[in-house]
């Protein structure tokens, strides 16, 4: 700070600008279960903030996640900064980056990717359906980054389990304090509304139609007109339920949630705009600025509201715009400002890269960019120069630690159907690896020559077969193998020679980096090799 006080004052306006900047920005993401409502409540956010005009006009019917045209809509409705993976939206003083997680038909490392590059999480659930397998594997991710999470229990206009039940649930399946902010009063036909626990204020619930989308004026919890409106057998239900909350639930505190340990709980209905706007001043209230990164040097975190600026990649993407087949690989800033025409340096390669062309991408569309701000998120157009994971920074010394590969689930062997098309096959694989759409493993036996494929969700290999046809031309063909884990090993070369392999249910291979991977079929014969050889370490991620 001193170096800076000793700067002219035109630094020195430009720093506390910086900082300015930096502070407003809230990088987060939503995560949930497909059908829970994240894309529901993400239109009423926006709605909420203003951004948009009104929640349906933009949302295709029925299974769909947010394609591009979508976001190409909303950014027409309202001339709001979108892009198919943030979108940005300002409220309260605040400008949100929502990064979006394709949670559907896309499900893949690409979602626990983006999940590295956000400051705090929305968990939606589904007031019928509590804790469900997605949301499970999401959170976990949320839970190693330590992610600060607020959770919203969706649907309460339907009826749902009782919300006591959804909160030991979220305690024991994902072994973190919930501390309910709200507590809902009926549910389903008979909701009633919801009670605000901090200040006792009771919102009564009422239609969105009714309302054209305003809350009404919460009055006092404990009023003849609440009393009145609720009935004296929901009532003394929601009484007994508060009194045991406020013996059994941990009061809200700010420095656990932070930290990841508490996650605080709100009620409402994305589809009828109930609750939403009162989360929204939740997220704004709650959801943390960018926050210091730890570098690959433990002893150093970078201050996000330093001046140096520095950025990693979390996603790349390719052909996005089939006229230049190109390839766009997404930063998310860290720290400080990042300017057009900046000379970074790329710890990867050892050696400094201009950044000529910042994007702003949405849908199939660009904007060039002349500046962001740590939080935000930029699309720079990749001519091989960068990978999941790198890092690129004003100073020498500073490197991200890299984002690690999740472990597969599904495995298959690829091969490409017509030869003539083997080289468009090649660097159709090639590219889909670098994006992190499957990982591509070969197996160190002779007699394997095809890459293997392992991905977290099945739906992967659709992906992968169908761009492969579209966008290389290469027809493949898939034949799904029976394996269902895969360790990367570590061990000395002695170790490792005196491996006896069985000779089935396992195989040995080495992904795109040269690491070796195992494969194995079941968790008994990984249980097994690993009892036989303690020198070997066998990791989940690489
Ligand atoms: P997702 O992005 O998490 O997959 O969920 P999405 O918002 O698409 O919502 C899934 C379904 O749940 C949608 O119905 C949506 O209208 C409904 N929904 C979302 N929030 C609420 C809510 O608070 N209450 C009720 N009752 N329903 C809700 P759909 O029939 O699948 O689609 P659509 O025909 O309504 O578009």
Redesign the pocket.
């Known amino acids: 700070m001193n170096e800076i006080l000793e700067q002219t004052p035109t630094a020195v306006a430009e720093f506390r600008e910086l900082q300015v900047a930096i502070r407003r920005r809230r990088t987060f993401a939503i995560i ?10 993400t239109e009423q956010l926006l709605v909420g903030a203003g951004a948009l005009a009104a929640a349906g006009l933009v ?1 295709p ?2 299974n ?2 947010y394609a591009a045209s979508d976001w190409m809509a909303m950014e027409q409705a309202r001339g709001i900064s979108i892009t198919s993976t943030a979108l940005q939206f300002e409220y309260g003083g605040a400008l949100f980056n929502l990064l979006d997680t394709p ?2 038909e896309d499900f893949s490392e690409d979602t626990y990717r983006t999940l590295m590059a956000v400051d705090s999480a929305v968990m ?1 659930l589904d007031a019928a359906k509590g804790i469900e397998p997605r949301t499970l594997k999401l959170f976990e991710v949320c839970r190693t980054r330590g992610l600060p999470i607020l959770t919203f229990i ?5 009826p749902g389990r009782s919300p006591l039940e959804l909160i030991d649930e979220i305690e024991k399946t994902l072994v973190i304090e919930a501390c309910p902010m709200q507590w809902p009063v009926g549910n389903g036909a008979a909701l009633k509304g919801i009670v605000s626990l901090n200040d006792e204020m009771f919102h009564e619930y009422e239609r969105y139609s009714q309302r054209h989308g305003e809350d009404a004026e919460p009055v006092p919890w404990d009023s003849d007109s609440t009393r009145a409106h609720v009935g004296q057998d929901f009532l003394g239900e929601a009484q007994g339920e508060m009194a045991l909350l406020s013996e059994a639930s941990p009061r809200f505190d700010q420095s656990r949630f932070l930290k990841g340990e508490q996650t605080p709980v709100y009620f ?5 705009n109930f609750g939403v706007k009162a989360f929204l001043d939740e997220l704004l209230r709650l959801a943390p600025q960018p926050q210091p990164r730890s570098t690959v040097n433990e002893s150093v975190a970078i201050d996000p509201l330093g001046s140096v600026f520095s950025a990693f990649v979390f996603k790349i993407q390719g052909n996005m715009d089939p006229q230049h087949r190109d390839n766009m690989a997404f930063l998310r800033v860290c720290s400080g400002k990042f300017e057009r025409d900046a000379l970074v340096y790329h710890p990867r390669l050892g050696r400094r890269i201009r950044m000529t062309r910042m994007h702003r991408i949405f849908a199939r569309d660009r904007t060039l960019m002349d500046e962001a701000y740590a939080g935000d998120v930029v699309g720079v157009v990749n001519p091989g120069l960068f990978r999941i994971g790198d890092t690129l920074a004003s100073e020498e010394g500073i490197e991200y630690p890299r984002i690690p590969s999740f472990e597969p689930e599904f495995f298959c062997t690829l091969s490409c159907q017509d030869v003539s098309r083997t080289k468009q096959f090649r660097k159709g694989l090639e590219q889909l690896s670098a994006e992190g759409v499957v990982q591509v493993y070969y197996s160190v036996s002779a007699a394997r020559r095809e890459p293997i494929l392992g991905a977290v969700g099945r739906l992967q290999f659709d992906v992968v077969e169908s761009r492969m046809l579209q966008e290389y031309g290469a027809k493949v063909r898939m034949e799904p193998m029976s394996f269902s884990c895969a360790r990367w090993m570590k061990a000395d070369p002695d170790a490792m020679d005196s491996i006896r392999w069985p000779s089935r249910g396992i195989e040995v291979c080495r992904d795109h980096e040269g690491h070796l991977v195992c494969l194995f079929e079941s968790a008994w014969d990984l249980r097994m090799i690993s009892q036989n050889h303690p020198k070997v370490i066998f990791e989940k991620t690489a």
């Open positions: 949930s279960h497909p059908d829970a409502g994240k894309t529901t409540l949302r019917k029925k769909r996640s949670g559907h939606v969706n649907k309460i206009d339907q409402g209905s994305a589809l009828h």
